[in-house]
């Protein structure tokens, strides 16, 4: 199937475009962006003037950051389009729910991915703990924010979530492994005094059966990165590193048998082909949910300002 990419940037370059060229599912018939193209791509600076020009292009993956996102979708789908949205989904819940209303309506294909729930051992870890009774979950994400978003402004700005851009990764992993629902009781939100979005942030949760689940996110982390998620169960603990790519039981490393972080992408464009062959979506929006209360529940703190 031929597909159009939305917004060259750093993820498109990183991950979509190696992605679509070594699928057999896909062909990367057009780019769109103001700045950015693709070797060998037919390229456009205008949406509508693509949407317009390539009918035959049936798929758009959405690549831009999350506040001018929305628009985009939004004329996707009432092109017709089959749509693939980069987390998080929407730059707030209610247009996450307009686009579902709206696929719903034209009859296709919605994908909100999740690219972490793709990363090796997080299939694994759900299946490891489905049967058991879970006391505790601690989640550490604490990464260089100078490293990984250098010089990108929209990120601290409102809709771009601050250390919820990393954090609501690991709150989709959350809300793929655990067997039970969890909702949000009380958070802080550290903000630099020149930003509108949180640097940091903690949080606490209500868990059915009384486990205590709490994540601290902190784009302050100079030195090693740390993507962790620990849980305490009745049959020992089981953490998850790098970002699900490596999983530990009871001090017993497990590996991959495919490739860890590098196949999230990969596994993103499969379940997309999958998704538009039988004509269903795929939008959950749990790990949204929770950094929506986050904001709405959330104690701020004002801490020192922050320059790239
Ligand atoms: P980015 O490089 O800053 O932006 C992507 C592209 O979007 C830009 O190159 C720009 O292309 C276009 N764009 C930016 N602002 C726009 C606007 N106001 N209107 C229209 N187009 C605009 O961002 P990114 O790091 O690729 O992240 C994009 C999305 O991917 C985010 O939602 C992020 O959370 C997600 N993501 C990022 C990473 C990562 O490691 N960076 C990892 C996983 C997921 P033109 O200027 O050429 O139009």
Redesign the pocket.
Known sequence: MDIALV??????V?QHVPAINASPDWTLAATV????SVDGVDSYTDFAQMLAERPEIRVVSL??????RFGYAAAALAAGRHVML???PGASLSECHRLIELARAQGVTLYATW?SREAAMVAPAKAWLTDKTMTRMTVTWKEDVRR??PG?D?IWEPGGLGVF?PGINALSIVTEILPDPIHLTAATLEVPENKQGPIAASLRFAHPKGADVSAVFDWRQDGDQTWTIEVETDAGTLALHDGGARMVINGQEHRAEGPTLEGEYPRLYANMAGLVATGDSDVDLAPMRHVADAFLLGRRETVAPFHD
Do not use: F, N, T, Y
Request: with cysteine; glycine share 12%.
């Open positions: 917004g060259i940037g750093k993820i498109a990183d962006s103001r700045q950015g690549c831009l950051p999350p506040v001018p980069e987390k998080p690219h990984w978003h990108q929209w851009d």
